[in-house]
T-cell receptor, first 115, second 116 residues
Framework: NAGVTQTPKFQVLKTGQSMTLQCAQDMNHEYMSWYRQDPGMGLRLIHYSVGAGITDQGEVPNGYNVSRSTTEDFPLRLLSAAPSQTSVYFC??????????????FGPGTRLTVT | QQQVKQSPQSLIVQKGGISIINCAYENTAFDYFPWYQQFPGKGPALLIAIRPDVSEKKEGRFTISFNKSAKQFSLHIMDSQPGDSATYFCAASKRGSGGGADGLTFGKGTHLIIQP
């Protein structure tokens, strides 16, 4: 199992550009989430999904869109990038079937810089 | 409003000592409290977790102590080793709303350095 994979690893955008951060998992997890990590702020939830076709907003959803057409994929779209979106983005998946109960498996992250 | 408060922000411990990181939460609906460990350039990974029906959980050198009435929980790392140097995050979630499916609320993290 590859676990949770994210692409790209690094990205530089200009203000106003749009892009999609890709996330995929091969563990057949029903739940997937996107977090952003900023220095001194911990990780903050952007959007999450409880299954294909079902998404909801987290703590900091503004400026981001998500969709979940399959169990495996959960892309995060930046509609019009702003410098405030400079951050490290982590995708995570979890399942009620996990032996350690609701354990979130995190991807390696995407480091995004908006200039 | 920060729902999970973590302290200290940074911590230096001598090899072989005990590292203690504390967290406090506000939302009484939280009923799952994990600790995550993160090394530079990597995603966080689950270290240990507890539910509020027990006051303590131990896995190897790592122990969570939980005080439901005070709404506090802490991570103790016994016999701390240089390899434990990392950033540690406490977190909380509401099991009732899909079993943690709606994600975790994290503390701001503690940067732990174990000096050899």
């Amino acid at each position: 199992n590859a676990g949770v994979t994210q692409t790209p690893k690094f990205q530089v955008l200009k203000t106003g550009q749009s892009m999609t951060l890709q996330c995929a998992q091969d563990m057949n997890h029903e739940y997937m989430s996107w977090y952003r990590q900023d220095p001194g702020m911990g990780l903050r939830l952007i959007h999450y999904s409880v299954g294909a076709g079902i998404t909801d907003q987290g703590e900091v959803p503004n400026g981001y869109n998500v969709s979940r057409s399959t169990t495996e994929d959960f892309p995060l779209r930046l509609l019009s990038a702003a410098p405030s979106q400079t951050s490290v983005y982590f995708c995570a998946s979890s399942s009620e079937r996990s032996p350690r109960g609701y354990e979130q498996y995190f991807g390696p992250g995407t480091r995004l810089t908006v200039t | 409003q920060q729902q999970v408060k973590q302290s200290p922000q940074s911590l230096i411990v001598q090899k072989g000592g005990i590292s203690i990181i504390n967290c406090a939460y506000e939302n009484t609906a939280f009923d799952y409290f994990p600790w995550y460990q993160q090394f530079p350039g990597k995603g966080p990974a689950l270290l240990i977790a507890i539910r509020p029906d027990v006051s303590e959980k131990k896995e190897g050198r790592f122990t969570i102590s939980f005080n439901k009435s005070a709404k506090q929980f802490s991570l103790h790392i016994m016999d701390s080793q240089p390899g434990d140097s990392a950033t540690y995050f406490c977190a909380a979630s509401k099991r009732g709303s899909g079993g943690g499916a709606d994600g975790l609320t994290f503390g701001k993290g503690t940067h732990l350095i174990i000096q050899p």
